[in-house]
């Protein structure tokens, strides 16, 4: 217990120190992106029944915790790999579930304060309504578990940072990009409708957005089967990783 | 005193290279044991492995009894290990790091111990200084006290001097020594022979991931030549050639290799009968390296297999 609390602590103390720039730009980002679309776009455009800005806006929170969450545990595991430090955690009898939990639980953190700087801030811009919090924080909790799990995965598996930016170009910020952040998926063409339905950020964001408006794009219940499914996919496929010492023990 | 580390026939493969070949080694509790060997022979390999951090293809490791593999977490808080490669957190102060590495270990409020072991290593001063503001010999030190923060039983210590200036090895030996007499069982690697000498009381020596030699410092020492009797002499009589035939000439000195002092008497008697005049006479004694160089070079090939109990 105590050598999962220390690790925790550690990870946590990792991104705090930098604070300004593992917590502090990513909200700033997030803000530009929300003053940008939202004046491009006419004040009149609504989205279910949301105008645009408000319904930007947890589109964004979700997007920057998703994007944080993967970024803490994976640039964390290439950094200590890299350094050579990770023999310090892999010298002490840290067992890999509570190897898995402090990096992943130290991921939500960050997404979670991240999230939360971007809710802060971009709720002066727009009327927000929290009709069903409980969804909020259950979307919030698995889409930061999900991605700080699927970050380890990543970090374990790149050998460099440009493998890892590989990751992070090609996949993650794809898949948060078109999963609905800035549209209803129902104004895409059938097939991208269809598409949009195989990529698990969508769920994330669609669920999530429920709890502030009560209306989404897919049942909520449908979207939280998906998001808990993929959870245990991936926290599965990371445990097993770690159990096999892939690439951390030779 | 029981067995505090079993190697049993330890086999590891990276590829076409075979880093170890079936090594076996017991190293008894409270021994002061030195792995010495060429570059790339296998030593760090096997200390990975020990530690947990290379998994051998073939092979048993335990630590006081407990497997590497199966009991992973008892036998690691059995080891403190402090590795070659100067690694260091650059994100915390020193005393930071030993406090999280403590935390590791499952050890709160340990700062009583940490501040002895700053001390001792002479880093009080530096305890609240960023990792990445301390020279290279000081984050070695870092490196032998997060080694040490769970006060374990059994330490390794892989090149814990390269780096480190004389005032501090002797510092840092002083310690080291401290917690063996204490009960710590202590296993070192270093390419200086003297210290190596000085320090442990048995030696194995690797070469390309096989024992090639292991024995008591004493019994290895006593393998080679005990002495050499080194004589300068005035050019006015040449050394006869009975007694060069006995001789190696080094910078213009004749070296006599001695099994024995009784050897020594003849040689000068027969030197005085020939009419030679001693200009310079010393006694000299072999050293590791000497050894080390015989043993790597296949002379003694089977040292101490034959008269030590615990080889293979
Ligand atoms: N992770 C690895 N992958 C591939 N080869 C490796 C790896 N680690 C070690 N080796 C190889 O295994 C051999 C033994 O290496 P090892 O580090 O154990 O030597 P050593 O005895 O500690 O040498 P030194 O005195 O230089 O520290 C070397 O040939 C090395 O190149
Ligand atoms: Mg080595």
Redesign the interface.
């Known amino acids: 217990?105590?050598?999962f609390?220390?690790?925790l602590?550690?990870e946590v103390?990792?991104f705090w120190?930098v604070g300004f720039q593992t917590v502090a730009a990513p909200v700033l980002s997030a803000l530009l992106y929300l003053l940008i679309f939202s004046h491009v776009l006419d004040a009149q455009v609504k989205v279910n029944g949301v105008p645009y800005a408000a319904f930007l806006i947890p589109g964004l929170v979700m997007m920057s915790l998703v994007q944080n969450a993967f970024a803490n545990s994976s640039s964390s595991l290439i950094q200590?790999k890299i350094?050579?430090?990770v023999?310090?955690?892999?010298?002490?009898?840290?067992?890999y579930v509570e190897f898995f939990l402090a990096y992943v639980v130290a991921a939500m953190l960050r997404g979670l304060m991240v999230g939360l700087g971007v809710l802060v801030v971009t709720g002066f811009f727009a009327p927000l309504t929290f009709i069903a919090p409980q969804w909020i924080l259950i979307f919030a909790l698995l889409g930061g578990g999900i991605l700080g799990a699927f970050g380890m995965i990543a970090g374990i598996w790149a050998d460099k940072f440009d493998q890892l930016a590989g990751f992070q170009n090609f996949l993650i910020m794809p898949l948060t990009m078109l999963s609905g952040v800035f549209y209803s998926i129902h104004s895409l063409p059938a097939f991208w409708q269809q598409v949009s339905h195989l990529n698990p950020v969508f769920y994330m964001i669609d669920g999530f957005r429920f709890g502030f408006f009560g209306v989404s794009d897919v049942a909520p219940e449908i979207s939280l089967m998906v998001v808990a499914m993929s959870f245990f996919v991936v926290s599965a496929a990371t445990l097993a990783l770690l159990r096999s010492?892939y690439k951390l023990?030779? | 005193m029981g067995v505090a580390v079993s190697i049993e026939q330890v086999e590891k493969r990276?590829g076409r290279l075979q880093a170890l070949d079936g090594v076996s080694l017991q190293i008894a509790e409270g021994e002061f044991f030195g792995l010495l060997g060429p570059n790339g022979a296998g030593k760090t390999t096997l200390i990975?492995c020990l530690?947990?951090?290379?998994?051998p293809d073939a092979g048993k490791i335990r630590v006081l009894g407990r497997d590497v593999v199966a009991d992973?977490?008892?036998a690691?808080?059995l080891?403190g290990?402090v590795?070659q490669?100067l690694?260091?957190?650059?994100?915390?102060s020193v005393r930071?790091t030993l406090r999280?590495?403590?935390?590791?270990?499952?050890?709160?409020n340990n700062d009583d111990w940490i501040d002895e072991i700053l001390a001792n290593l002479d880093l009080t001063s530096k305890a609240e200084t960023n990792m990445r503001r301390l020279s290279g010999g000081m984050k070695r030190r870092v490196l032998v006290a997060?080694a040490l923060v769970h006060k374990p039983p059994v330490i390794v210590l892989d090149e814990p001097t390269a780096g480190v200036d004389v005032e501090l090895r002797q510092g840092l030996w002083h310690f080291v020594q401290r917690l063996n007499r204490e009960g710590h069982t202590v296993i070192l690697t270093t390419h200086y022979l003297e210290e190596a000498e000085a320090l442990c009381g048995r030696i194995a020596m690797l070469k390309q991931g096989q024992v090639v030699a292991l024995d008591t410092m004493s019994n290895l020492l006593a393998q080679f030549p005990g002495h050499t009797l080194s004589v300068a002499l005035t050019a006015d009589v040449a050394l006869p050639e009975v007694l060069r035939a006995q001789a190696t000439e080094v910078d213009g000195r004749w070296q006599f290799r001695l099994a024995g002092f009784e050897e020594i008497e003849p040689l000068l008697r027969a030197m005085r009968e020939a009419g030679c005049v001693i200009d310079d006479m010393r006694l000299a004694q072999a050293d590791l390296e000497d050894v080390f160089v015989g043993v790597m070079q296949g002379k003694g090939q089977r040292a101490g297999n034959e008269n030590s109990g615990v080889a293979q």
């Open positions: 217990m105590i050598e609390r220390t690790l602590y550690k103390l990792r120190k200590s350094t050579g430090s023999v310090f955690v892999l010298l002490p009898p840290i067992s010492g023990r030779y | 990276f990975s530690a947990g951090l290379v998994r992973y977490r008892a690691r808080r080891l290990v590795p490669e690694v260091f957190d650059p994100f915390f930071e999280i590495q403590s935390g590791y270990f499952g050890i709160r997060q």
